[in-house]
């Protein structure tokens, strides 16, 4: 009898268990509740379907997302051109500090873009947006951590397989032009997606928690100052910043969703700190490592010309760096801002010649002692985002470290650049980077490292260093949706 009831109680788990796969991931046109927001003082009328879960299996209450869709496509009309055959699908993260990231539904005041949000600005030009929420570093169940990496990018490759999964059911949305969008540790996010599609390192993973049996490579990606390329993202920070020892934290460390760092955010609360003798040892050495990682990578610039660094961080990469402040600050003196006060650029004649590297880190400060993201006392959150499941941080840069490690494998599969270029992977077509002037989260050489190796593997990259601009993203909406339309109306 007692084995009776067991074999009982076990189909029934088997039958409750397959019942929770595959069908669980069909869209429900159903669900669907219709919404007005306001944006740029015109009406946006949108249909959404919100809470979805986009796993078979899930762990945790994350992996949700909600799916909008301007209320024209389902009367069969257009916007901007786009129809609900063709209309681009953006897909928002809203990924913080290696946080967990909540979905983006569209508001009309956003605190980062200082108006409607880019949820709302896509529906308002046509675009369809699913935004997934995601696992992050202090994402637990019953004390197990199950959101360290590489949790995050494989919830951003479940929600592209539930899209393409469902292709024949939402009623409106392009599955082959799936457009990414993050900022910071959520840019780093977007550009992994972007760079890794259809990794198979990752297939565990995505079997594990029941996602779609389908594709995940999209077509573009939006990356805001990508914290990324975290493991050697240290000896970047210090070819930098290496001489200046004073440090000023910002508030995001208390609070990792409150983007403190970003020049217009009135909260921004500066507290000098000094670099111990340590912390200043290890700076050097940090430094002195960088120019073997950028020759190895043997990047070239458009002109095809090899971008390399000697031995003391001098070269054709500098060079290539030291051209991108150009740029940026050329576009604000042509666009009427005042920057003779700039001590780092010289003007002459109305045209930026050149700028002092040396003088650079002093004039923006730094923000983080050295290392600045593989910390010394496994401090930092990207220590957390390598930590273990039962939340012990761990190390992830061999530079400085041998013991304490995270699995060298899960290190790779959160760097873009480890895939880039490789014959089983699809890499989406078109990147836009960001990385602002001001911005001393990361150097500046990381994201430009990311757009070089894009570019030398036939990626179009659109890659720029807005003036002034620090730790922030989404801030030029009007730019990135033109940008969106150029790419997807090529
Ligand atoms: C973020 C900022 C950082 O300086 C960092 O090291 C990691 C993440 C962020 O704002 O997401």
New binding site residues.
């Given amino acids: 009898m007692k084995n009776f009831f067991a074999a009982v109680i076990f189909i029934f788990g088997l039958v409750t268990f397959s019942s929770a796969t595959a069908h669980d991931l069909d869209f429900d046109l159903s669900s669907g509740v219709e919404k007005i927001l306001t944006c740029n003082g015109r009406k946006v009328k949108f249909i959404a379907y919100e809470n979805i879960s986009y796993v078979a299996n899930p762990v945790g209450d994350n992996q949700k997302l909600s799916v909008y869709i301007p209320a024209e496509y389902l009367r069969g009309e257009t916007i901007n051109g786009y129809s609900a055959k063709n209309a681009p699908i953006f897909l928002p993260n809203g990924?913080?500090?290696?946080?967990p990231g909540k979905i983006l539904e569209p508001v009309e005041n956003d605190r980062m873009s200082g108006g409607a949000n880019a949820s709302l600005v896509a529906l308002s030009r046509g675009l369809v947006v699913i935004s997934p929420a995601i696992r992050g570093r202090t994402t637990q169940v019953d004390g197990v951590y199950i959101g360290k990496a590489p949790a995050l990018i494989v919830d951003y490759k479940a929600a592209v397989r539930w899209i393409r999964h469902n292709r024949d059911r939402l009623p409106a949305g392009d599955v082959e032009k799936i457009i990414s969008n993050g900022?910071?540790?959520?840019?780093?996010l977007s550009a992994l997606l972007g760079a890794t599609g259809n990794a198979p390192e990752y297939l565990p993973y995505l079997e594990k928690i029941g996602a779609a049996d389908e594709r995940d490579d999209i077509f573009a990606s939006s990356d805001y100052?990508p914290?990324t390329n975290l493991d050697n993202a240290d000896a970047a920070y210090e070819w930098i910043f290496c001489g200046v020892n004073e440090y000023f934290q910002?508030m995001?460390?208390m609070n990792?969703n409150a983007?403190a760092?970003d020049a217009n955010n009135p909260v921004a609360v500066k507290k000098a700190s000094v670099m111990t003798a340590e912390e200043i040892r290890v700076s050097k050495i940090l430094r002195d490592a960088f120019p073997a990682y950028v020759n190895g990578l043997k990047l070239r610039d458009e002109h095809g010309k090899l971008l390399t660094l000697d031995k003391n961080g001098n070269g054709s990469f500098k060079n290539f760096i030291k051209q991108k402040y150009v740029e940026s600050a050329q576009s604000a003196l042509d666009g009427g801002a005042y920057l003779s006060n700039v001590d780092w650029i010289k003007i002459r004649n109305g045209r930026v010649v050149d700028v002092d590297l040396k003088k650079y880190p002093a004039s923006v400060t730094r923000?983080?002692a050295a290392p600045?993201?593989d910390k010394l006392d496994l401090s930092?959150?990207?220590n957390d985002e390598f930590g273990t499941e039962k939340n012990s941080p761990r190390h992830f840069s061999t530079t400085l470290f041998n013991d304490n490690l995270a699995d060298e494998k899960i290190i790779a599969m959160l760097n873009p650049m480890n895939f880039i270029g490789r014959v089983d992977v699809t890499t989406a077509k078109f990147f836009r980077i960001r990385h602002g002037a001001a911005d001393r989260?990361?150097s500046l050489a990381i994201p430009a490292i990311l757009a070089l190796k894009l570019q030398n593997h036939g990626v179009n990259v659109n890659f720029f260093s807005p003036w002034a601009r620090g730790?922030g993203g989404d801030y030029d909406l009007p730019e990135l949706f033109d940008w969106i339309d150029s790419v997807c109306k090529k």
């Fill in positions: 990924v913080g500090g290696y946080m900022t910071s540790a959520g840019g780093a100052c914290i910002a995001w460390q990792p983007r760092e923000m983080k600045a993201f930092s959150g990207e989260g990361t730790h």
